[in-house]
């Protein structure tokens, strides 16, 4: 197997999916959407089976771009900081702007997110995926082995070049200009233990508790 097609096979189930999660932050009535780094097309092409929108998707692989191409109404190849650098697209202004395990690979994800809320319309959604580099058990790895892990995805997924908390993904929507900024924890577990979880979420450990965090915002009016 082309050593390309077998990290891709490794990172099936991290970056390839059509990730419910996010689908279930962006609001049915999103007519108009932007996803920065749409990967295979999974996502916004779920989107656009559930309702009637236009996807543009952004994607720097040419190889999963021309499988979103089949997906999405079209598919930009470009890294994303580098498409923000032209002109606003045709399509914008958009009413939804996703942005999916894509920031922590960036430069400056801070200073992209604010190019990109430029192209919303006023009171647009944001929907934000990020690793939570303070994950108890990432963190617990880490201390064990007293190495920062590299890996083919996840938390420590080799290929990226910025970290993020909860309090780090507000800071990062709100450096954005949004507002009505909301975390959404995710939490890599289920039943008797997911119970366990949500009651000490409510407790001060509960930064330490989620994998993921998704993380929502408008757009000014």
Wanted: with cysteine; hydrophobic share 45%; proline share 7%.
């Amino acid at each position: 197997m082309d050593p390309t097609e077998e990290i891709r096979d490794r990172r099936t189930h991290g970056y390839e999916g059509s990730r419910p999660d996010v689908q279930l932050l962006v609001p049915r009535s999103a007519v108009n959407v932007l996803e920065l780094g749409c990967s295979n097309g999974a996502l916004g092409g779920a989107l656009k089976q559930r309702q009637p929108a236009c996807v543009v998707g952004v994607e720097i692989s040419d190889v999963y771009a021309r499988t979103a191409a089949e997906r999405l109404d079209r598919v930009v190849v470009a890294d994303a900081e580098a498409f923000l650098d032209q002109a606003p697209p045709p399509e914008a202004p958009f009413d939804c702007l996703i942005a999916a395990d894509l920031l922590e690979h960036l430069n400056d994800p801070w200073e992209t997110l604010r190019r990109a809320v430029a192209l919303l319309s006023p009171g647009a959604t944001v929907v934000v995926s990020l690793p939570n580099v303070f994950y108890w058990q990432a963190l617990r790895q880490a201390l064990v082995s007293r190495r920062w892990p590299r890996e083919d995805e996840g938390i420590f997924d080799r290929t990226h070049l910025r970290w993020f908390g909860p309090a780090d993904a507000r800071d990062l929507l709100s450096e954005a200009g949004l507002g009505a900024i909301e975390v959404h924890p995710a939490y890599w577990t289920d039943g008797w233990r997911l119970s366990v979880v949500k009651a000490l979420a409510r407790t001060p450990v509960a930064d330490f508790l989620p994998a993921q965090l998704l993380v929502t915002g408008t757009a000014a009016a």
